[in-house]
């Protein structure tokens, strides 16, 4: 089963930016999707973003994001990555990567890296 490690977590201050990397190993799929989920104490897990990773292309984004946080992928190397910019105390949270067949099962995917801590102070 696919395992999954991040890295790139860690402090800064508001406004500042942050390069999140994930990369997926263990797997056969060809064609597959993987990204970020934040969940923060006392809130309810959130979709950031998630990329195609293959021969075809596609990318979403949360709401909360847009336009500040930028996910791409190296398919070569099963890795995304996260750059997140204009940053914001209410962004703090464990970013956990994720990756699944389709955007449906990602979704709902238990397929889990251990995450990362992302804290961003004022």
């Known amino acids: 089963q696919v395992q999954l490690v991040e890295s790139g977590g860690g402090s800064v201050q508001a406004g500042g930016s942050l390069r999140l990397s994930c990369t997926a190993s263990?797997?056969?799929?060809?064609?597959?999707?993987m990204g970020w989920f934040r969940q923060a104490p006392g809130k309810e897990r959130e979709i950031v973003a998630a990329?195609?990773?293959?021969?075809?292309?596609?990318?979403k984004y949360g709401d909360s994001v847009k336009g500040r946080f930028t996910i791409s992928r190296d398919n070569a190397k099963n890795t995304v990555y996260l750059d997140m910019t204009a940053l914001r105390p209410e962004d703090t949270a464990l970013y956990s990567c994720?990756?699944?067949?389709?955007?449906?099962?990602?979704?709902?995917?238990?397929?889990w890296g251990p995450g990362t801590q992302v804290t961003v102070s004022s």
């Open positions: 990329t195609m990773v293959g021969d075809l292309s596609a990318t």
């Open positions: 263990g797997h056969s799929w060809n064609i597959f999707w």
């Open positions: 994720a990756a699944d067949r389709t955007y449906v099962d990602w979704v709902r995917t238990r397929n």
